[in-house]
């Protein structure tokens, strides 16, 4: 029987990212994933394979715009889809690749298979008929999550889908029903809106991106709609029916009124739930929490001292950085180092264009703690760089401390603030106060210039800009 000082099972950015720490730091490794690719959710059907379709479908729409630069474009410009589709899928085993020589050049060793406890030191994989069981000294769950749906809703992978499907559909949709207006919705209604269907997003809370400030949810929604997406706040799907090629979304708003929307698409994008699926954790003494996350301490060691889960399978943000961050504090914490991770210091992005990024506490949430604050903005519009390439849309905000001006929150919308998050981290991991960051030089012109901007207004209320 092969034996193992670490056995990862799970292959998504959480278990191999822990898996090469764990070489790095000497440990003898194997990793166990279920499917012949490896990468998980993120590099097969999530981050990856979404940002391809939406700089795809961005290219697309910003060809529409090329007349105001004076390009002139003869003849008609179509979309394949199929095409856009194969380019993703290339992208996707191009990184699944990566990661497999990844694997091979830490010397870590893969199986593929389902990996199963038999005890808590034992692990079976599976894989058709065969199987073989491995000794594992330590154990790191990292069996990521599975897409969810509402209790009444039957997926049928078709015209009812999930975000997988709607990754590889075979044409765009005249109308795309959304339920749910988190971010997985968002994004991929942005794609199928950008490449010509008519798209509905409806949304059981007040506002879509909830998790959000506020005021990123407001310039969102109110870019989106300018675009074309529909919204539909506040409203309780109830029933959800398929006939032939048609889909039917019935909804009812708080106060009982009914909305029907007729689609020939419905994307179910209410979530994701942690997967421990064939896991047969119980015959190890894991024990999980009511909602069937892996229960974990701050070290995030499970019920059983040698066994430890991270990202999606447990609490917290389901967010490929913070399961690579996890699957590195294992590691170092089974190498008897003191990893640490400030989880108000993970950052939410949003990839739509104008794309939404945030670090830190919201305005609401800082409401909700009774604490002072000051508030600076700065709008894109005011930006040279924002003028010189037309993207117009979206702001920096900055919460700072009323007393003592250090960075509680950094809420930004606009081009490539996916990018300028990285900024608003450092300053947070640094504990800068927002005159810190008004007295750096940012490069000029550049979106960035609204990071120093906004920290100036918050600081001592004197932009320089507006
Ligand atoms: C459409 C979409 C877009 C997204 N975009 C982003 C984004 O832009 N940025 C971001 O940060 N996050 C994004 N996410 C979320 C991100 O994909 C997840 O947070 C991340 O993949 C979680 O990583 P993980 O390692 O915990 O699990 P996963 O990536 O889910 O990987 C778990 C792996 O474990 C395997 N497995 C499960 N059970 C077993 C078993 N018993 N034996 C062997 N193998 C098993 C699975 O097959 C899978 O490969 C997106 C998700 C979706 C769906």
């Known amino acids: 029987m092969s034996s193992f000082d670490v056995v990862i099972i799970g292959s998504g950015p959480g278990g191999y990212v822990s898996a090469i720490r764990c070489a790095q730091l000497g440990f003898k490794t194997a990793i166990i994933e279920k499917y012949p690719t490896l990468g998980g959710t993120c590099l097969n059907v999530g981050c990856i394979p979404s940002k391809a379709l939406l700089a795809s479908s961005h290219h697309y729409e910003e060809l529409q715009h090329f007349a105001d630069h004076g390009i002139e474009v003869s003849g ?100 795309l029903v959304i339920i749910g207006g988190g971010v997985i919705g968002i994004e991929l209604g942005q794609v199928y809106l950008r490449l010509g269907a008519q798209v ?76 421990t699926d064939g896991l047969n954790v119980e015959k190890a003494g894991v024990k999980l929490t009511e909602r069937g996350q892996v229960e974990v301490n701050n070290h995030l060691q499970t019920s059983v001292s040698n066994i430890y889960a991270i990202g999606d399978v447990v609490k917290g943000a389901m967010l490929a950085h913070k399961a690579e961050e996890e699957g590195v504090m294992v590691a170092e914490y089974l190498a008897g180092q003191k990893p640490h991770i400030d989880y108000n210091l993970i950052p939410g992005v949003v990839y739509t264009w104008p794309e939404v990024a945030a670090v830190g506490k919201t305005e609401e949430q800082l409401k909700a703690d009774g604490v002072a604050y000051k508030v600076g903005n700065f709008p894109y519009r005011a930006l040279g760089r924002a003028r010189a390439s037309s993207d117009l849309d979206g702001f920096v905000k900055i919460l700072a401390d009323a007393k003592t001006d250090e960075v509680l929150g950094i809420h930004m919308i606009g081009a490539r603030c996916a990018d300028l998050i990285a900024e608003a981290v450092t300053a947070m991991e640094f504990r800068a106060s927002a005159e810190d960051i008004s007295r750096m030089s940012h490069a000029h012109p550049t979106f960035a210039e609204a990071v120093k901007e906004a920290a100036l207004a918050a600081t001592d209320n004197r932009p320089l800009h507006i």
């Open 76 to 175: 008609k410009v179509k979309v394949n889809l199929t095409k856009m589709i194969e380019r993703k899928q290339a992208v996707v085993d191009q990184t699944s690749g990566g990661v497999k020589f990844l694997m091979d050049k830490n010397k870590i060793t893969v199986f593929e298979g389902v990996g199963s406890f038999e005890d808590a030191t034992h692990i079976k994989i599976t894989n058709g008929k065969k199987s073989e069981v491995i000794e594992a000294k330590n154990t790191i769950i990292a069996t990521g999550s599975k897409p969810s749906t509402l209790p009444f809703i039957t997926i049928d992978k078709e015209r009812i889908i999930t975000s997988t499907e709607a990754l590889k559909l075979s044409e765009v949709p005249k109308h």
């Open 200 to 275: 509905s997003v409806v949304e059981f809370m007040d506002r879509i991106i909830p998790g959000m400030d506020g005021a990123l949810s407001k310039e969102l929604t109110k870019v989106l709609k300018k675009q074309g997406m529909k919204f539909y706040t506040s409203h309780k799907v109830k029933e959800v029916t398929r006939k032939g090629k048609n889909v039917t979304v019935k909804a009812d708003d708080a106060k009982g009124n009914e909305l029907v929307l007729e689609g020939d698409y419905c994307l179910v994008a209410v979530g994701r739930r942690p997967y």
